[in-house]
């Protein structure tokens, strides 16, 4: 009994006190017991960069710790990935700047990187899942995501034609989930008629729903080399000051046949997380981006905090808000804590 509980002069309230929350704080056996979530291996989803060549790993410079893998080296990652408890790895691809053009094309080449990419996984560790990116920027020469016109303006009703070949060849291709980021208008639905209509009804649909035009994603065009050369992603991606448009954007794409519905980012948009959450009884995954996790691995490189209790304490609140899934670069490290 600590004598601070003790001493004579306590006001009378403070000792008459019913209710003291501290009692089951006192041992880690008490605090497990009323522990209201738990983050899991199996609520995470490993972001991998994907490119071309053999035998090369490079890391982002704005991203220590995560690399692009090489075709080869990638099926090793997701192997040891899968024997830690991970289910499923999102592929993003670095396209060589030849292969890009105006409208994509790459992006639905029956023998294009991702596509090779899933096939050779869907061969090597047939247990894992697989969702795959599907959006122009990382194919287009202007690294938008969609298709440009002459004043600049990107059009959505031309792109989403484009998306429905990409979603359909990474089907064939034998991708267990399609994932539209792109914030074109009427995307899931175009996209869930032309997959149940090649016969791909098994194809999930998760959607980047409320996807934010925001600062966080600054690492991730370093990874790709897919910067806008022009303007910005305010025409398509949400304005970070909205919140009731996110649950407009959800509901539309529920309409529509998602699957999973997404909040990107993460961190500032926790409100937008929980309010989905209890909007919707679909699963709700948030992107952990690059940026999230520049911030962290910086300050944890300074010394300034102490990067595994930062990185727990993060994701743990994602599921706390509402997440039943996370995105993250974290993923390996975080399996490993977990062990
Ligand atoms: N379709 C683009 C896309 N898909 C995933 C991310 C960002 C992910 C991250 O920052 O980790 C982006 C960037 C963007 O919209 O410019
Ligand atoms: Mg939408």
């Known amino acids: 009994m600590s004598s ?3 001493t004579n002069n306590t006001a009378s309230a403070v000792k008459s006190l019913i209710q003291r929350p501290r009692r089951l704080r006192r041992t880690p056996g008490l605090r497990s017991m009323v522990r209201e979530n738990q983050l899991t291996v199996d609520d995470l989803i ?4 994907v490119m ?10 704005s991203m220590p710790g995560c690399y692009r893998y090489t075709l080869d080296l990638l ?9 830690l408890g991970i289910n499923a790895v999102a592929l993003f691809p670095l396209i060589p700047e030849a292969k890009k053009d105006d409208v994509g094309t790459e992006s639905y080449n029956p023998g294009g990187l991702v596509q090779k990419t899933v096939k050779a996984i869907k061969q090597t560790v047939p247990d894992i899942v697989v969702i795959t990116d599907v959006a122009l920027d990382p194919f287009s020469i202007h690294g938008h995501d969609g298709i440009v016109d002459d004043n600049g303006v990107i059009l959505n009703d031309p792109t989403v034609e484009v998306l429905v070949k ?7 291709a034998g991708t267990d989930i399609v994932a539209p980021s792109d914030m074109m208008d009427g995307r899931v639905g175009a996209i869930r008629q032309a997959l149940d209509a090649a016969g791909y009804f098994h194809v999930s649909i998760l959607a980047y729903s409320a996807k934010y035009a ?6 991730f065009r370093d990874a790709l080399d897919s910067a806008p050369k022009f303007g910005d992603k305010k025409t398509y991606q949400m304005d970070a000051a909205n919140a009731r448009e996110a649950l407009k954007e959800v509901e539309l794409d529920i309409a529509e046949g998602a699957d999973i519905v997404m909040v990107k980012p993460a961190l500032a948009y926790m409100d937008i997380i929980c309010q989905i959450k209890s ?5 709700v995954a948030a992107y952990n981006v690059s940026g999230e996790y520049a911030m962290i691995k910086a300050a944890a490189q300074q010394g300034w905090i102490d990067e595994k209790k930062v990185i727990l304490e993060t994701l743990t609140s994602m599921k706390r808000a509402g997440a039943d899934l996370i995105l993250t670069y974290f993923a390996k ?3 490993l804590m977990l062990l």
């Open 4 to 6: 601070e509980n003790s």
């Open 333 to 335: 490290e975080v399996a």
């Open 279 to 283: 909007t919707t009884n679909l699963p």
């Open 52 to 61: 071309e060549g053999e035998n090369q790993k490079t890391e982002i410079s």
């Open 75 to 83: 099926l090793e990652e997701i192997k040891q990935v899968s024997e």
């Open 166 to 172: 990409m979603a359909v060849s990474q089907a064939e």
């Open 46 to 49: 490993y972001t991998m960069f």
């Open 214 to 219: 925001s600062g966080y994603y600054g690492p």
